[in-house]
């Protein structure tokens, strides 16, 4: 488990996937910025047992609640971050904490030297957090994704080691 100040990050297993299957298909955990979505159990359990060179992490508060969670996984040979916060915890920084942790266990446990992360552009709350987090904006994706009848745009966000530097909360 990867221990912060007000959150903890536990890997998802196998026994936990009935609550992402619960988050996944409900239309206000996605949120207005993600597709409405419906799979079955048979669908998340085959994309768990074939996922490769990423890890699903729970986002918990101290007293072992599950709020959320965050994940990395390799785009385009990129490095990326992915999350979502269950709708009555959000705009509490516990965002914000999750990528804070994630970042630092990245760079702390692996050779890599950027970590990028994608907002659509009228997602502040997400930006911000990023913001907060140490990332930079590098620009704007254009007509990137198809949601809820019309083409997005991201925002595309990063950090690099040099800019990182030292962990924030996992020492």
Not at 100 to 127: C, H, M, P
Not at 147 to 155: A, M, P, S, V
Request: aromatic share 12%; with cysteine.
């Amino acid at each position: 488990m990867l221990e912060g100040k007000n959150i903890s990050l536990r890997i998802v297993e196998k026994r936990d996937l009935p609550i992402l299957l619960e988050w996944d298909n409900n239309v206000d955990f996605r949120g207005q910025f993600e597709n409405p979505r419906q799979e079955t159990m048979a669908d998340l359990e085959r994309l768990y047992d074939n996922i490769k060179d990423a890890q699903w992490f729970f986002i918990e508060k101290k007293d072992g609640t599950k709020i959320g969670f965050i994940s990395h996984f390799l785009s385009a040979g990129e490095t990326e971050i992915g999350y979502n916060i269950v709708p009555n915890e959000r705009n509490k920084g516990y965002a914000q904490e999750a990528i804070q942790i994630i970042v630092d266990y990245l760079f702390l446990s692996k050779g890599i030297v950027r970590i990028q992360a994608k907002a659509d552009t009228e997602n502040v709350q997400s930006w911000r957090a990023l913001e907060r987090a140490g990332f930079k904006r590098e620009g704007v994706l254009r007509r990137t994704f198809f949601c809820r009848g019309e083409w997005r745009d991201d925002c595309i966000y990063s950090i690099i080691r040099e800019e990182w530097k030292k962990p924030k909360i996992l020492k």
